[in-house]
C-alpha cells in the first residue's frame, strides 16, 4: 500500500461514491484527508466518524467558496477534483440552468480549484480530476452536455500539465466507466442498458477507481501527466 502519511489531502464531493471511496483510501494510507461536500450531511458525518477526515461543507459550485475552502487548506499534497452531476435527457426539453450548474460543478469547479491549490502545492504534488469515459465517446443519445463537461476536463488536464510541470506536479484525469454509486447504480433502472456497452459486464466498484487515484498520487504515478487514465470494463474497446 502506498504510504501517504503525513500527506495533506482534499478531496471535492467526498461524502459519496467514487468521492467517499477515495477519502477512504487516502484516509486508510495514513494521509491528513479533507473533504468537501453539499448537500449530504449525514453521509459526510457518517463518513468523518468512519475514516477520521474532516468534511467541510462547500458547494463546487460557488466559485468564490470553492476558492476559499481550497486555499484554507494550505499546501496541498494531493487535490482530487470528483464532484459530479449529471444531467441527461432530450437537449430540447432539458433546463438551461440545470445544464449551466453542472458545468459549473463538473468544469468550472475543478479548474478553479486545481489553480487554486497549485498556489502552495509544493513540487511533486498531484491534481486529479475524475472526468468520465464520456469525455472520449457518448455511445447513447441524451448526455451531450454531460459529455462537454467531461471532454472540457480533459483539455485542462493536458494544459495544466505543462504549467505545472517545471515543479513535477502531476495533473491526471481519471476515467470511469460504468461505476457502482448513487449517480449509476448496479441495480438501477438504466444498470443493464450501461453494462451491455461493457466487455466486462459488471459495474465497476468504487474502490476499483480509489485504488488507481492511489497509484497516481502515489511515488510510481512521478512520471504520469497530462492523461486520461480510462477504468471502464471495456466501454470504449
Ligand atoms: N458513477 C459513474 O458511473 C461515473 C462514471 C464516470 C464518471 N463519474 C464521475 O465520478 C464523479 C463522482 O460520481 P459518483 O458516481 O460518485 O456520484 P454520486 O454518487 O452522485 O456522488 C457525487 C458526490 O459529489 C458531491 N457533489 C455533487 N455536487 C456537488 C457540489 N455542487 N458541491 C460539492 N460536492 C458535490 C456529492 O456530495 P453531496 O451529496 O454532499 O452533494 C457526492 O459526494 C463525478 O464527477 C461523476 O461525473 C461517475
Known amino acids: 500500500m502506498d504510504d501517504f502519511t503525513g500527506k495533506n489531502i482534499l478531496v471535492l464531493g467526498g461524502s459519496r ?3 467517499a471511496a477515495i477519502v477512504r483510501r487516502f484516509a486508510k494510507g495514513g494521509g ?3 473533504f468537501t461536500y453539499a448537500g449530504s450531511k449525514d453521509a459526510a458525518e457518517a463518513l468523518t466518524g468512519e475514516t477520521r477526515a474532516e468534511a467541510i461543507r462547500t458547494d463546487s459550485a460557488d466559485r468564490d467558496a470553492l476558492i ?3 486555499a484554507s487548506r494550505g499546501a496541498l499534497d494531493v487535490l482530487v477534483a470528483n464532484a459530479g452531476t449529471l444531467v441527461m435527457g432530450d437537449p430540447l426539453t432539458l433546463e438551461a440552468d440545470a445544464i449551466d450548474h453542472m458545468i459549473d460543478v463538473n468544469v468550472r469547479a475543478p479548474y478553479h480549484a486545481a489553480v487554486e ?9 498531484r491534481i486529479i480530476v475524475i472526468g468520465s469515459v464520456n ?3 457518448m455511445p447513447f443519445p441524451g448526455g451531450a452536455a454531460y459529455a462537454l463537461t467531461k471532454s472540457a476536463v480533459q483539455g485542462m488536464v493536458r494544459g495544466l500539465a505543462r504549467d505545472f510541470g517545471d515543479r513535477a506536479i502531476t495533473v491526471n484525469c481519471i476515467q470511469p466507466g460504468p461505476t457502482d454509486s448513487d449517480m449509476n447504480p448496479a441495480n438501477g433502472p438504466m444498470a443493464e442498458f450501461m453494462r451491455s456497452f ?4 459488471r459495474h465497476i466498484r468504487t474502490d476499483e477507481i480509489a485504488e488507481l487515484a492511489a497509484y497516481i498520487a502515489g511515488p510510481h504515478g512521478a512520471m504520469m501527466t497530462g492523461a486520461m ?8 474497446a
Open 17 to 19: 461514491g467514487i468521492g
Open 32 to 34: 491528513k484527508v479533507a
Open 68 to 70: 476559499a475552502t481550497v
Open 117 to 125: 491549490a497549485a498556489r502552495k502545492m509544493p513540487d511533486n504534488g
Open 135 to 137: 469525455g472520449d465517446f
Open 198 to 201: 461493457m466487455a466486462i459486464k
Open 229 to 236: 487514465h480510462t477504468i471502464d470494463g471495456g466501454m470504449g
